[in-house]
């Protein structure tokens, strides 16, 4: 055995050394792979969750406030009621007692929801479209300075939501579609520009066309 090792101890020697190099070199990957994972995960952001842009318990405290309608015309008790914002015009019309023997509520959107300081008119059997959208612009708070009626009539060029939603056929939905369709393309020209917007046809025009104005 003594002669074996004399002879080849230089070998060995070198054996030796080569396996020691390769036992560091794993030691060394295996300490820097762990170094990475752990740094990897340090790096690692989890995503921030969003939150709700409004409070749900804030817009239901909004929807219960107490708001004040005025209803006239063709009820059995006009005036002034208070009542919540997440009512609609139908509640209105209950609270006033219902409509008279003569109302002629085709043209009232009774889903429509109430909004503070608003107005509803009933309009009689009778009444010609024209004279009931007078009646509904004289008695609501928006007309005066500023205001998109001109000689009783509603200005699509001027009015926002509250006054679009006066005409007939006309609710949130397409008020708000009169109202970005001029902001898009400017003001409208000639009433028929009308018919431009996206859910107002033919038909709907018949029903607006003495009751609007572009000037």
Do not use: C, W
Not at 42 to 59: G, L, R
């Amino acid at each position: 055995m003594q002669p074996f090792l004399e002879k080849y101890k230089k070998q060995l020697a070198i054996l030796g050394g080569v396996v020691a190099a390769v036992f560091i070199y794993l030691l060394f990957l295996d300490d820097s792979s762990h170094s990475a994972a752990i740094e990897t995960i340090d790096q690692m952001t989890i995503p921030a969750i969003d939150e709700p842009s409004t409070n749900p318990e804030t817009e239901i405290e909004n929807e219960h406030k107490p708001i004040m309608v005025d209803v006239k015309g063709a009820v059995k008790y006009p005036g002034v009621y208070t009542l919540s914002g997440d009512q609609r015009i139908v509640d209105a019309v209950e609270a006033a007692g219902g409509y008279t023997d003569d109302a002629n509520p085709v043209l009232i959107n009774h889903a429509q929801r109430l909004q503070d300081e608003m107005v509803i008119y009933i309009p009689k059997t009778g009444e010609e479209p024209a004279e009931v959208m007078e009646q509904m612009i004289q008695a609501s708070p928006a007309t005066g300075s500023g205001s998109g009626s001109t000689k009783g009539k509603i200005n699509i060029n001027k009015a926002m939501e509250a006054e679009l939603t006066q005409l007939p056929g006309i609710g949130p939905s397409k008020a708000g579609a009169i109202i970005q369709h001029r902001s898009e393309h400017g003001n409208f020209q000639v009433i028929d520009d009308l018919k431009k917007v996206t859910g107002i046809g033919d038909k709907t025009f018949e029903q607006l066309k003495d009751l609007i104005d572009v000037k």
